[in-house]
């Protein structure tokens, strides 16, 4: 439940201190697709502190976990702040 609840609070428009906050809660949840979930709408909400949890998310259990839209949202925001060893952290290795 939490992470369906985080899925549709991150991919809202809407932005909030409450919301941010709802979010950061989430961001070391111990089930791994809601932490990521809520990394995720932090990321599309440009908060600039969800870098390093973002990060140390990415290597715990790797990219191959990530939903295609999870990685789109992800790959978008670390381009705009111009992060590359996250952008690089999000492409496909191969096989």
């Not at 697709?33 to 709408?41: F, I, Q, S, Y």
């Not at 932090?42 to 502190?49: E, F, Q, T, V």
């Amino acid at each position: 439940v939490r992470n369906w609840a985080c899925f549709s609070l991150a991919s809202s428009e809407d932005d909030s201190d409450e919301i941010r906050a709802a979010l950061w809660r989430r961001a070391r949840d111990r089930h791994y697709d809601t932490r990521v979930e809520a990394l995720r709408g932090l990321a599309m909400r440009r908060d600039p502190r969800v870098r390093e949890p973002l990060r140390d998310a990415l290597n715990l259990i790797g990219f191959g976990r990530l939903g295609t839209w999870v990685t789109d949202d992800l790959v978008d925001y670390a381009k705009e702040v111009g992060d590359r060893p996250l952008a690089r952290l999000l492409q496909p290795r191969p096989s």
